[in-house]
């Protein structure tokens, strides 16, 4: 009993420095050891065992204490009480060593795998935040593309506008040279008239000269 006793503070020793002290892959194996344990009937097995060891160390006090009063009342105790009494100290002080660095154990590996996911979620977190800087960025590249696109364009609209302008300048100063040219074409047109009239006038007076003249060598 001793001997296993033994045995097993020392494994649970060594697991738990292995925990403590990272050698290359050595804890995540005794990190996944120690998951499988605590599946399915892991559990239920791991509480009979350390309540069996509690029966053992309560059983184990009783006979100490048994031990010491029947001594207090000899005055003192037999060889063989001494022998049984140091027997049960040790397996005492053994199995609740054991007991003890049993629980150690329990909870640095819950605190462990705990760490362990803040890390891998810090590491998400810190993944996510470089994303979004990235994006953060492409974003600022971009406005800045479309801030000179839209300085382009107001320099386009505002060259555009100047031309519209100066265009409807000049469409106002040859509307005004149409018009008055359509004034002189009209001016010119009525002179025409005028001239023609006075042809016409002309050419009867002409005629009615010739008649005269016929009338006068008849």
């Known amino acids: 009993m001793i001997q296993l006793l033994f045995v097993v503070l020392f494994a649970e020793g ?25 599946m399915g009937k892991g559990p239920a097995t791991v509480k009979t065992i350390a309540g069996t060891m509690s029966v053992i160390l309560l059983s184990s006090l009783m006979s100490i204490v048994k031990i010491q009063n029947k001594g207090a009342k000899l005055g003192t105790m037999s060889p063989m009480d001494q022998v049984l ?28 795998r705990k760490i362990m996911k803040l890390r891998s979620s810090v590491g998400t977190s810190k993944e996510e935040v470089e ?21 382009q364009l107001q320099d386009e609209l505002s060259r555009l506008t100047e031309n519209m302008k100066r ?7 040859k509307d005004k040279k149409v018009e008055t040219a359509e004034i ?32 006068y060598r008849c």
Do not use: C
Request: no cysteine; aromatic share 6%.
């Open 184 to 215: 002189h074409v009209a001016a010119l047109q009525k002179q025409t008239q005028d001239l023609l009239l006075e042809y016409d006038r002309l050419l009867e007076d002409n005629q009615n000269l010739q008649t005269q003249a016929l009338g």
């Open 14 to 38: 060594v697991v738990a420095f292995l925990m403590l002290v990272k050698i290359g892959p050595l804890r995540e194996l005794v990190m996944r050891s120690l998951d499988q344990i605590k």
């Open 85 to 112: 009494w140091r027997t049960h100290l040790l397996e005492a002080s053994l199995m609740g060593f054991t007991l003890f660095l049993g629980f150690l154990i329990d909870r640095m590996h819950h605190y462990l």
């Open 131 to 151: 994303r979004l800087e990235k994006e953060k960025q492409q974003l600022k590249e971009k406005e800045e593309k479309a801030s000179k696109e839209t300085k």
């Open 167 to 173: 265009l409807t300048l000049e469409l106002q100063d």
